[in-house]
C-alpha cells in the first residue's frame, strides 16, 4: 500500500508542478488573452515561453507515471490519492504566487485528505 502512496503523491506532485510552470509563465507573458497579432499569435508567444514548454515537459512525464499507476493498481485508489494535488497547489498559491489562503480553502483542503484517508484505510 505505501508503493502506491509514494508513487501516487510523486506522479500528482509532477502534474501540480508542470501546471504551476504553466501559470509561472503565463504570469511573465501577461496572461492568455487575444493580443494585436490574434488568436494564433498569442498561442505562439505561449508556446515557447520557456515556463510553458517546461511544464509541458514535467506533465509528459507525469502522464507516463500515471499511466503506469493504473496499469498496475485500482483506479478507485490511484484517483482518489492523486486528490493530494489539492494540498500542492494550495502550498504553491501561498508561497509562490502569495495568494491569500482562505480558511474556507484549507478547511475544504482538509476534508479532502481526510476523505483520502478514508480510502487508504479500505
Do not use: C
Request: charged share 10%.
Amino acid at each position: 500500500m505505501i508503493k502506491i502512496v509514494i508513487l501516487s503523491t510523486f506522479t500528482t506532485l509532477l502534474i501540480t508542478s508542470g501546471q504551476v510552470l504553466w501559470k509561472l509563465g503565463l504570469n511573465r507573458i501577461g496572461g492568455f488573452y487575444l493580443s494585436e497579432y490574434g488568436l494564433f499569435g498569442n498561442l505562439f508567444r505561449i508556446l515557447t515561453n520557456p515556463f510553458v514548454i517546461a511544464g509541458f515537459v514535467v506533465y509528459i512525464i507525469a502522464t507516463g507515471f500515471f499511466m503506469f499507476l493504473l496499469s498496475k493498481f485500482d483506479i478507485s485508489l490511484v484517483i482518489p490519492i492523486s486528490s493530494v494535488s489539492f494540498v500542492f497547489s494550495l502550498i504553491a498559491g501561498a508561497y509562490i504566487f502569495h495568494e491569500q489562503i482562505s480558511l474556507t480553502r484549507v478547511t475544504g483542503v482538509f476534508v479532502i485528505i481526510t476523505g483520502i484517508l478514508m480510502v487508504l484505510k479500505n
